[in-house]
C-alpha cells in the first residue's frame, strides 16, 4: 500500500538491520529524521534509546527514529507500507517477513483484507493466511496459492488460506491476531489412505519426521503437506541413511514423485538416472524450455517461470549435479552437459528447444549449445545474471613457517573428517598457485574447519562442491561461438561483488535487460521476468 513521500524537512530512509540503504524493490525499515522528531519518549529511556538512534548519514550528532514499519520504495518514489518489522518470523532458518506475504494477498484483485500468521504445529511451524474478500467476489484458496508460487519463494507461500466474512478486529482497529480462529485441514485434503508394506511404511515415518504430521496417507504430496526446497533435502538425507534402495534417491525423484506412493515405487526400481531432469510442466505445444540451474540451487526455483509459461511448452529443469548420485564427479562441465544434451535431443522431439542457463547455469547451458550445434535447432539461450568464474589467487607467498602451519591445520581437519578422501583428491587437482590460497583461507582467524560431513546440507560438502567448481571452471576453455544470446542481469547485481559475464566475448549478444528491483537470487523467480520470457517465446514459435 502506497503511503507517499516524507514531507517537508523530513528525511526518511529505508534501511537493512546493519544501518545500510537498500535498492528500490527491497523491504527494509522505515527510519525518519529530520527537524521535526521527537526526543524521545517521555519518562522511559529504555524504549528511546531502542527507538532513537544515531544517523549514520548527518554526520552531525543527528538521531533517526525507528518505526518499525517494513516498506520499500517503489518505482514512483513513494514508499510503501508492507507491514511490521514485529510481524517477522523464522521457519526453519529462514526469516520470514509476513508483512511482504500480506503484501501479495492484498495485491489480489478479489482480496479486501488479509493477514498472515505462524501457527505452531507438532514439531513444525506453518504459515497460515486469512483473507476476507470483496463483496460479490470469490477466489479459491488453491488459486491464491498457485499465484502467490508466482511471485514468493515456496517457503513463503501460506500452507493454508482461510476465508473469513471479516478479520477480527482489537479495540483500535487493528487485526487481533489472537482471535483468528483455528485452521481446519491442515493436514492432506484428500482422503486418507493407510501405506501399504514395509517400504511405504517406513517413509510414511520419515515424513512424519521431516514435516512435523501427525499423519502421512500413501495419497498424499510431500509440498501439499509443507514440504520446501530446505525439508526434501533433509528427507532426502534421512532416505538414504535409513531405508535399502534409498542410496540411490535423488532431488529429482523427490521433484517428480507426486505422493507417498510414487516416491516408494522410485526406490524399489532402484533407477539409476543419468539426466536428472525434473518435468516443471508438460502441456503446451511451443518449443520445449530446459533450464540450467546454478550451483547450490533446488530446481523448484524454476517454477515460478514455468508457471509463466505454463500451456505454452514443456518445461524441464535439471538439478544441479550437487544434489545427484554422481555427484563427486563435481562440476565436469563437458561431461554433464553431454548428458544434458542426450536428454534434450531426446525430448525436444520436434527437432527445436530453448535453453535458459542461471548463474553457473548459464556455463553449462553455453557448453549444452555447443554440444547440441548440428543435432538439434536452438531457438533461445538465455543467460541468466551469469558471473564470471573467480579463480583462486593467493594474496602473497607464505613464509616457511606459514607454509607449516597451515598444512598442520589441514592434517588435524582431514584426521577428523569423514570427507578426508575426497579432500584430498580435490586439493591433488589444484595448482600450486591454488593450493596456497588454500593455505591462506586455512591461517585466517576466522578460518573454522567445517566437520558436519557429506549431507547434501552441511556445510563440509558445500564447501568441497563451491571449491571444486571453482577448480574445474578455471580449467575450462570455451572458444568464442556466433551463438545468438539474449542476456538477463540483476538490478543489483550491477553493483554487487564480482564481474557479470562478458557474453560479447563469447557469444552474438542479441539483447541486454537489466531486470528492476531484482537481485541475483530472485530474478528467477520475478514476474517482469516470466513475462518476458514466455513473450520472446512465443514469438519464436511461429517463427
Not at 493454508?160 to 487493528?174: E, F, H, I, Y
Not at 509459461?309 to 563437458?334: E, L, N
Not at 564470471?388 to 607467498?397: A, F, I, T
Request: aromatic share 8%; with cysteine; net charge negative.
Amino acid at each position: 500500500m502506497p503511503i507517499g513521500q516524507p514531507i517537508t524537512d523530513t528525511q526518511a530512509y529505508v534501511l537493512d538491520t546493519e544501518l545500510n540503504l537498500v535498492p528500490r524493490g527491497v523491504a527494509g525499515e522505515l527510519y525518519l529524521g529530520g527537524v521535526s522528531l521527537a526526543r524521545g519518549y517521555l519518562n522511559r529511556p529504555g524504549l528511546s534509546a531502542e527507538r532513537f538512534v544515531a544517523d549514520p548519514f548527518g554526520g552531525k550528532g543527528g538521531r533517526l527514529y525507528r518505526t518499525g514499519d517494513l516498506v520499500r520504495w517503489n518505482t514512483e518514489g513513494q514508499i510503501d507500507y508492507l507491514g511490521r518489522i514485529d510481524h517477522q518470523v523464522k521457519i526453519r532458518g529462514l526469516r520470514i517477513e509476513l508483512g511482504e506475504i500480506e503484501a501479495q494477498l492484498l495485491a489480489q484483485p478479489e482480496v479486501r483484507e488479509a493477514v498472515v500468521v505462524a501457527r505452531e504445529g507438532p514439531g513444525s511451524t506453518s504459515l497460515i493466511g486469512y483473507i476476507a474478500l470483496h463483496a460479490d467476489r470469490a477466489v479459491d484458496s488453491a488459486v491464491l496459492r498457485e499465484r502467490l508460487g508466482r511471485v514468493l519463494p515456496d517457503y513463503m507461500v501460506p500452507r493454508l488460506v482461510v476465508t473469513l466474512a471479516a478479520l477480527p478486529l482489537n479495540a483500535n482497529g487493528k487485526v487481533d491476531r489472537k482471535a483468528l480462529p483455528e485452521p481446519e485441514g491442515l493436514g492432506s485434503e484428500r482422503a486418507y489412505e493407510a501405506p501399504e508394506g514395509d517400504v511405504e511404511g517406513a517413509l510414511a515415518g520419515i515424513w512424519r519426521e521431516v514435516l512435523g504430521a501427525a499423519r502421512v496417507g500413501r495419497k498424499d504430496n510431500f509440498f501439499e503437506l509443507g514440504g520446501d526446497s530446505l525439508l526434501s533435502l533433509k528427507l532426502i538425507a534421512l532416505v538414504r541413511k535409513q531405508l535399502p534402495g534409498g542410496s540411490h534417491l535423488s532431488l529429482a525423484d523427490v521433484m517428480q514423485a507426486g505422493t507417498l506412493h510414487e516416491l516408494a515405487a522410485r526406490l524399489h526400481q532402484q533407477a539409476d538416472s543419468a539426466n536428472d531432469a525434473v518435468c516443471l510442466h508438460a502441456g503446451g505445444r511451443g518449443v520445449p524450455l530446459f533450464c540450467l540451474p546454478g550451483l547450490i540451487v533446488n530446481s523448484r526455483e524454476f517454477q515460478p517461470l514455468a508457471r509463466a509459461v505454463q500451456g505454452d511448452r514443456p518445461v524441464y529443469a535439471f538439478v544441479s549435479h550437487v544434489y545427484t548420485r554422481k555427484r563427486w564427479r563435481g562440476f565436469a562441465i563437458r561431461e554433464l552437459a553431454a548428458e544434458y544434451a542426450d536428454f534434450i535431443v531426446k525430448t525436444a522431439t520436434g527437432g527445436r528447444c530453448a535453453l535458459l542457463g542461471w548463474s553457473l547455469g548459464g556455463d553449462l547451458a553455453f557448453e549444452v549449445a555447443r554440444q547440441l550445434r548440428g543435432r538439434i535447432e536452438i531457438v533461445f539461450f538465455g543467460a541468466v545474471d551469469v558471473f564470471e568464474s573467480e579463480p583462486m589467487v593467493p594474496q602473497g607467498r607464505l613464509t616457511t613457517p606459514e607454509r607449516l602451519q597451515a598444512d598442520d591445520v589441514l592434517a588435524t581437519w582431514l584426521a577428523k573428517s569423514d570427507m578426508a578422501m575426497q579432500w584430498k583428491e580435490l586439493f591433488a587437482r589444484m595448482t600450486e598457485a591454488e593450493r596456497t590460497w588454500v593455505a591462506e583461507q586455512l591461517l585466517a582467524p576466522a578460518w573454522v574447519s567445517p566437520l558436519d560431513g557429506a549431507g547434501d546440507e552441511a556445510y563440509e560438502y558445500l564447501l568441497w562442491a563451491t571449491l571444486d567448481s571453482r577448480v574445474q571452471s578455471a580449467r575450462y576453455e570455451e572458444a568464442a561461438t556466433d551463438l545468438p544470446v539474449q542476456v538477463f542481469h540483476a538490478e543489483r547485481s550491477l553493483q554487487a561483488p564480482g564481474a557479470l559475464r562478458q557474453w560479447p566475448e563469447r557469444a552474438r549478444v542479441l539483447s541486454t535487460e537489466v531486470v528492476a528491483g531484482t537481485g541475483h537470487l530472485d530474478i528467477i523467480r520475478d514476474a517482469h521476468f516470466g513475462a518476458t520470457v514466455k513473450d520472446r517465446l512465443l514469438a519464436l514459435d511461429a517463427a
